[in-house]
Nanobody, 122 residues
């Protein structure tokens, strides 16, 4: 089992920044890849970014490329999502998830956190 706890969400104005954190515990060695997903009201959960535990092979969905940065602190067993130049359309619940291989498909991620709300006002 892998436990994931997100934090760092909040309310921010358009153009602002937030940094989300995802603290992992348990059998983290069983999951090679960490990802961030988001779900806006009335929409399906969508892939945002992923990274391997060794910090390699980052990948972003096109709508956040150049604005969001995913990173890992192995000492703290924590994954971060730095979000800059936020837009109202970034408003969603953001979820951290763990998978055993590189994927953008939510069905390939085995473990999930409970999510943190990000609201961007215009």
């Amino acid at each position: 089992q892998v436990q994931l706890v997100e934090s760092g969400g909040g309310l921010v104005q358009a153009g602002g920044s937030l940094r989300l954190s995802c603290a992992a515990s348990g059998r983290t060695f069983s999951s090679a890849v960490m990802g961030w997903f988001r779900q806006a009201p009335g929409k399906e959960r969508e892939f945002v970014a992923r990274i391997r535990w060794n910090g390699a092979r980052t990948y972003y969905t096109s709508s956040v490329k150049g604005r969001f940065t995913i990173s890992i602190d192995n000492a703290k067993i924590t994954v971060y999502l730095q979000m800059n130049s936020l837009k109202p359309e970034d408003t969603a619940v953001y979820y951290c998830a763990a998978a055993t291989f590189d994927s953008t498909y939510r069905g390939d991620y085995t473990y999930w956190g409970k999510g943190t709300q990000v609201t961007v006002s215009s």
